[in-house]
């Protein structure tokens, strides 16, 4: 295609471009303006919503962030557009070329995090509002190409382009020292209002350039990819099972080689395409790749294939009739989501005459086909759409499989399976993409479900909350994933109010915890000490009661207070040392000795220590010294003497079987690798603990001892629910009380499950 200047009779020579760039500034601003303000306006009012909730993290303080800074950010917006149409028009002038690689982020760089995450927020939002304006905005962008003299505009140098649009608010709100969390709400409120704004603008542009003469003749169906040919019937798609195919499936799925339109056209210049940077873990991306390859084994095994209509015998299906588009699949789901038809019914999982929530799915879906008109009693689905509708499926009966759900929260969650096909039917990174909005609802919803019984008015309103949650979900999600992050972001916050009313309680229950294995350990280190002093003496019942009373409760107090390496508990064993050395000689008949008297100031510092008067301690002090003459003469000992009475409570002899578990473990049975597993727990991880009914119910590491090295577990309210060594823990797992996640998450672990399950199916056939 030649490029050519604008030739329109309407401009002259020397000021057609400056006047087509002043035209085109003005459609941006009178229409993007406004959108901006409203999208401000609106996230003014949701901060003042959080603010009367009594929300303090995000609330009061970034509402008055946001209305401080609200004027200067539509301000300097409108000055970064200005700026940009002025470089355009300039260097067009002068040179002939536009202005590629002079705008906004020229050059490379480091980006700081909060540059980073203002980067991955404006390509999110641009993707996200060009599903729905990416034809308009392919031709619009050509044509600004050619006003701007250059065979192509950056992206963010195009300020028809939403990346330039999104990074001219960015930049707007650099110098007003806004919170991240603030950056990102109002991101999320001008990507709604820039979606209805984009149609106006470009329709507008178009009309304008196409009338001025910049390529009348592009018309939106030269501009768009080519809808891709349903394959034949009876063709199925190859899996992805190596790392290219996988690759394939990490693009934005409008811009794959032979994958599906999925309503999103494609984005960008010729040749390229618009798609949000991923963070995909290398670990992640083999499993994914993994249950690609062996999903055709499990459907087989199953009695699947990739058509949906009435299911056969063993959840099989008739023979394929006509093939799905991905956008007809999409109106099929739609017309689901919005019948709200209970796909996991009763149950919650299983149910149907036992067929699998992959079967019940199809049979649901064909039902929905016909609704619409779809002819046949069966039809296929593309390769890679069947793949998502499976797998998904597939998570569901995973994730709802295990005892940790009863039936109410088994329906609860199912109610999310159609929104959740649709969101992997228009996005596959759903199983890569651990930040992916659906995967995070998701796990959001699971954590607050699980273990969660609504005994508790808390735990009734959290059940509540996420009860709305999903019903906005079903009721607002059509082609934009973007409401999966707004609920995600709402719920979660909500948690984080719920959790703040127990994380008192925990902390109080890892306190009680901790005061309690240093008294243990106190004590057990004193009684240890005072034995290795005493050896194989046949002491006296007086002193065997002074010792293991008085001396064992001030050693104690000691070792609390200022630590067993510490110069007063060296001192008391010192005493502890004179005392005996003093019994020995006295056994011997030589006393008094002067040379080894009783240690005096020591034994009143026990005997202060153990609550004696400073009159009543000399007094023990001297019954001791009568005690050892009366040895010392051969006289009988008295069994007890009142001036050494107990005014303490009693050191307890600590026995501890739990701490000996540590040291000793070789009558509890547990492998060797799950004591590694528990070994690698951290504080806040979470695993899952048998209740008295045979459900399980999540318990979260609280703390772990470094004296003894045991773990607390606490429930999400916060109170004690075990605490016990590794090894024990390792043994519990043996005994299935304990079931350890394979994830950090709800996705995660489903996702591991997942694997091992299509393995198991596949090893079996």
Not at 37 to 53: E, I, N, P, R, W
Not at 276 to 283: R, T
Not at 616 to 635: F, I, K, S, T, V
Not at 722 to 746: F, N, Y
Request: charged content about 25%; hydrophobic content about 45%.
């Amino acid at each position: 295609m030649n490029i050519r200047p604008p030739t329109d009779s309407r401009f002259g020579a020397g000021t057609a471009s400056h006047s087509l760039f002043d035209a085109l500034q003005k459609h941006v601003l009178d229409r993007i303006t406004p959108a901006l303000d409203a999208a401000l306006g609106d996230a003014d009012d949701y901060l003042f919503d959080l603010s009367q909730k009594g929300d303090e993290d995000l609330g009061l303080g970034a509402l008055r962030e946001m209305r401080r800074a609200r004027a200067q950010i539509v301000q300097g917006f409108r000055s970064q557009v200005t700026a940009r149409f002025t470089v355009l028009a300039t260097c067009r002038a002068m040179t002939g070329e536009g202005g590629a690689g002079s705008g906004l982020d020229a050059g490379l760089s480091l980006l700081s995090d909060q540059d980073l995450e203002q980067q991955l927020a404006v390509e999110q939002l641009a993707a996200a509002v060009l599903r729905t304006h990416g034809p308009a905005f392919e031709i619009a962008s050509k044509r600004m190409a050619v006003v701007a003299g250059s065979a192509k505009l950056e992206r963010r140098d195009d300020p028809l382009d939403p990346v330039f649009l999104a990074s001219a608010m960015g930049h707007a709100m650099v110098d007003q020292n806004l919170s991240d969390e603030l950056r990102i709400i109002m991101f999320k409120f001008f990507e709604r209002e820039l979606d209805s704004a984009l149609g106006d603008l470009y329709e507008r542009c178009n009309a304008l350039m196409a009338s001025a003469g910049i390529l009348p003749e592009l018309k939106a169906s030269t501009a768009t990819a080519q809808p891709r040919r349903a394959p034949p019937p009876q063709q199925a798609q190859p899996h992805p099972t190596d790392s290219n195919q996988v690759e394939a499936l990490q693009r934005d799925p409008a811009t794959q080689a032979g994958a599906p339109q999925m309503g999103m056209p494609q984005m960008g210049m010729p040749g390229g395409a618009v798609q949000a940077p991923m963070q995909v873990n290398v670990a992640d991306q083999a499993m994914f790749a993994n249950m690609l390859g062996q999903l055709q084994g499990w459907r087989v095994a199953m009695g699947l294939n990739t058509g949906v209509g009435t299911a056969g015998p063993m959840g099989g299906m008739a023979a394929p009739g006509p093939t799905l588009g991905t956008n007809d699949l999409l109106s099929i789901l739609s017309l689901m989501q919005r019948d709200a038809a209970p796909i996991l019914p009763e149950g919650g999982h299983g149910g149907d005459a036992g067929l699998s929530i992959a079967a019940q799915l199809r049979k649901h879906m064909g039902q929905s086909a016909r609704k619409l008109g779809v002819a046949g009693d069966n039809v296929n689905l593309d390769g890679l759409d069947g793949d998502a509708v499976d797998l998904v499926a597939l998570l569901f009966d995973v994730l709802l499989d295990g005892p940790q759900y009863d039936t109410r929260i088994r329906q609860k969650i199912g109610r999310m399976l159609v929104p959740c096909v649709k969101a992997a039917v228009k996005d596959r990174r759903m199983f890569l993409m651990k930040e992916h909005p659906a995967r995070k609802l998701l796990n959001t919803v699971a954590e607050a479900c699980e273990g969660n019984r609504g005994e508790e008015p808390q735990e009734r309103e959290l059940l509540d909350h996420v009860d709305h949650t999903i019903d906005r979900l079903v009721a607002e999600f059509n082609e934009d994933v973007a409401i999966f992050e707004t609920l995600e972001q709402e719920l979660r916050s909500f948690m984080a109010q719920h959790r703040k009313r127990f994380e008192l309680v925990e902390r109080r229950t890892t306190e009680a915890q901790w005061g309690r294995e240093r008294l243990d350990s106190a004590r057990e280190t004193a009684l240890r000490d005072i034995e290795s002093r005493r050896g194989e003496r046949d002491l006296p019942p007086v002193i065997a009661d002074f010792l293991s009373r008085h001396t064992a409760h001030h050693l104690v107090q000691v070792a609390l207070r200022d630590g067993v390496d510490s110069v007063r508990y060296d001192r008391a064993l010192t005493t502890v040392d004179g005392l005996l050395a003093a019994l020995d000689r006295a056994d011997a008949g030589r006393w008094p000795d002067p040379a080894c008297p009783l240690p005096e100031a020591g034994l009143l510092e026990i005997l202060s220590s153990a609550g004696f008067t400073d009159a009543a301690a000399h007094a023990a002090y001297d019954a001791l010294n009568e005690l050892l003459a009366r040895m010392a003469a051969g006289q009988a000992v008295p069994e007890a003497d009142a001036r050494i009475a107990t005014q303490v409570v009693p050191v307890e002899q600590v026995a501890p079987p739990k701490l000996e578990v540590v040291a000793d473990n070789a009558h509890l049975d547990f492998d060797a690798g799950v004591l590694d597993r528990i070994k690698a727990l951290k504080v806040g991880d979470w695993l899952q603990l048998a209740t008295a009914d045979q459900r399980f119910a999540p318990a979260k590491v609280s703390w772990i001892s470094p004296i003894s090295a045991r773990l607390l577990l606490v429930n999400r309210r916060g109170i004690r629910v075990l605490v016990a060594s590794a090894q024990e823990l390792a043994a519990m797992v043996a005994l299935d009380k304990i079931r350890l996640r394979e994830g950090q998450t709800a996705f995660d672990d489903a996702m591991h499950q997942m694997v091992d399950r299509l393995q198991s199916v596949n090893a079996e056939r």
